[in-house]
């Protein structure tokens, strides 16, 4: 059997034709930055829910990668009260073409966005 290999673009959601793959990215690099700093911290997800000031069962959701109804802005501003800090750096590119999205935490950078 024959089975051509292609590279991905570094957005699995775009490789696979998911509508609003970028949003979806950046999303679920977010949660997996909530997740690592709820397990961190050794919080009960009850204990980062009340922190965050929503349910149990929402930071399950998360921490399950479930971000249907969560935008991005809420994720950034829940790691905040996480204790995160955030940082934003824009530049412009030097190459025509669309820029890019990552997010990059002090352990790994996670392309968001091509």
């Known amino acids: 059997m024959d089975e051509e290999i292609i590279d991905g673009s570094g957005n699995v959601f775009d490789d696979i034709d998911i509508?609003?793959?970028?949003?979806?990215?950046?999303?679920?690099?977010?949660?997996?930055?909530?997740?690592?700093?709820?397990?961190?911290?050794?919080?009960?997800?009850?204990?980062?829910?009340?922190?965050?000031g929503i349910p149990q069962s929402h930071v399950s959701r998360i921490m399950k990668g479930k971000l249907e109804g969560m935008t991005a802005d809420r994720m950034l501003r829940m790691l905040l009260k996480l204790g995160c800090d955030i940082d934003i750096a824009i530049r412009e590119k030097e190459a025509a073409g669309s820029g890019r999205l990552a997010v990059e935490t002090s352990r790994t950078?996670?392309?968001?966005?091509a």
């Open 109 to 113: 950078r996670v392309p968001a966005a």
């Open 19 to 52: 509508k609003d793959a970028q949003e979806m990215s950046l999303k679920a690099a977010l949660a997996m930055q909530m997740s690592t700093t709820i397990k961190r911290r050794q919080l009960t997800q009850r204990d980062a829910g009340e922190m965050l």
